[in-house]
Nanobody, 130 residues
Framework: QVQLVESGGGLVQPGGSLRLSCAVS????????IGWWRQAPGKEREGVSC????????YYSDSVKGRFTTSRDNAKNAVYLQMNSLKPEDTAVYYC???????????????????????WGQGTQVTVSS
């Protein structure tokens, strides 16, 4: 069965760093692009990043570009999101999700759609506060 499991969330001070992991099982990671999403209370789920299955290219939303880095290790069936220079507005539940296609939206400067994604993890809480 297909599963994506996020881990690594927690409480961190502004300016700090956190590394999230997404463990994938039930499908070959090399066949899917993996997006990171987040949802804050009272807000819509927003795309954070995507790493492509086709060429490994990585894309980011404007709000995190230059601070966050996503990477993948296909041999370990894992995807990571390194978050640096964290701000209180980064506080949210973070999700990883799989798309059997190249990353949608981002390469053309567009906002991705949740409906482009086939599988979702359960989420992990990230809280940035002093």
């Amino acid at each position: 069965q297909v599963q994506l499991v996020e881990s690594g969330g927690g409480l961190v001070q502004p300016g700090g760093s956190l590394r999230l992991s997404c463990a994938v099982s039930g499908f070959s990671l090399g066949d899917y692009s993996i997006g990171w999403w987040r949802q804050a209370p009272g807000k819509e789920r927003e795309g954070v990043s995507c790493i492509s299955s086709s060429d490994g290219s990585a894309y980011y939303s404007d709000s995190v570009k230059g601070r966050f880095t996503t990477s993948r290790d296909n041999a370990k069936n894992a995807v990571y999101l390194q978050m640096n220079s964290l701000k209180p507005e980064d506080t949210a539940v973070y999700y990883c999700a799989a798309e059997r296609a190249s990353c949608s939206g981002y390469p053309w400067g567009l906002v991705p759609s949740i409906y482009d994604y086939d599988y979702w993890g359960q989420g992990t809480q990230v809280t940035v506060s002093s």
